[in-house]
């Protein structure tokens, strides 16, 4: 389904869907707002294959010449240190984590992956690694082996099949939803253009986006447009708040997508610790898993 120039939308993944003229979504306890926190465990690796693609900071300090050790020690901290303050921060206000995990963490950081499932977390395909991203120069033998090759090193690392899937810096080509759909993925978070759950078209499956806020992406906030840690930490408020006062009449959903590296530094989490117990001590608000989300959007569909 490769991308096309035409009057209106210029693909067909999905039915354009216009928020006013939509059924009502009701979520789990008639809750206002679905709140799902996505933590990236990503791994830069020190020699990526060659031709692989990845963006130009892809996060952490700007680059320089090999050995980079600033950059990419600045990465590894997320794998160290990070992702256990992320975690008991999510812990405090009772959330569950959806752990992004791609290839090279869940092989060489068996710890992570038994920490984070001793944790109750879920687990979802995040591609091989975090300088390795999908792009539209891989044929589509090249793409669906990839993704293959994601799906099973999750499959034998975690014991079960990932229901979800988050690309590296959120690439994909123009064939990428019908390949996940393909190898039996349930839902995908590199869309950013809602705020409910919607289905993709596929060639086989079911293909459901659970759609992020990339503006408040940690790595996109703090680090590419330099908002100052106070102002993110009032931004997902003043968002929460928004969508909670919108979600009295339709369900609304808030994927937040974090990294250990950045969000996980001693001197930011207390601005995501202040936001989380913000949102979860307000009524009608449900804290969920993608899939629990994705689980309940299949069993409850707008209008039901």
């Known amino acids: ?5 035409r009057f209106g939308m210029d693909h067909e993944h999905y039915d354009w869907s216009p928020f006013p003229s939509r059924e009502v979504l009701r979520w789990q306890g008639n809750a206002r707002l679905a709140l799902c ?27 320089r010449p090999f050995p980079d050790f600033p950059r ?24 569950k984590a959806t752990v992004a995990m791609d290839v090279k963490t869940a092989e060489n950081y068996p710890y992570l992956v038994r920490h984070c499932l001793g944790r ?7 591609g091989i690694s975090a300088s390795q991203m999908i792009s539209s120069n891989m044929s589509e033998e090249e793409e669906r082996r990839y993704i293959l090759t994601s799906l099973e090193a999750l499959t034998k690392a975690t014991g079960k099949v990932p229901a979800g899937w988050l690309g590296p810096e959120y690439g994909e ?29 596929g060639q086989s499956g079911e293909l459901i986006a659970l759609p992020i806020m990339v503006e408040l992406d940690d790595v996109q906030a703090l680090w590419t447009r330099r908002v100052p840690i106070d102002r993110y930490g009032e931004s997902l408020k003043e968002c929460f708040d928004a969508m909670y006062r919108d979600g009295e009449h339709n369900g609304r959903l808030l994927t937040l997508n ?5 969000i996980g530094q001693p001197f930011r ?9 913000y949102m979860t001590r307000r ?11 994705i689980d309940w959007y299949r069993r409850n569909p707008p209008g039901a």
């Open 1 to 5: 389904m490769p991308a096309q120039r």
């Open 37 to 63: 926190v996505i933590v990236n465990l990503e791994h830069m690796e020190w020699y990526p294959p060659e031709g692989s693609i990845t963006t130009v900071l892809a996060g952490g300090i700007a680059p």
């Open 72 to 95: 990419l020690t600045h990465r590894e901290y997320g794998h160290r240190v990070g992702i256990f303050r992320v975690l008991d921060a999510l812990e405090k206000h009772g959330i």
């Open 120 to 126: 109750g977390c879920e687990i979802i395909g995040h």
């Open 173 to 201: 080509s123009s064939i990428t939803p019908q390949l996940l759909a393909q190898a039996g993925i349930g839902y995908v978070c590199d869309w950013a253009n809602d705020e409910q759950p919607y289905p993709m078209k």
């Open 258 to 262: 974090l990294h250990p590296w950045l």
């Open 269 to 277: 989490i207390g601005y995501l610790d202040d936001a989380l117990g």
């Open 283 to 293: 009524q009608g608000v449900w804290a969920a898993t993608g899939s629990e989300i």
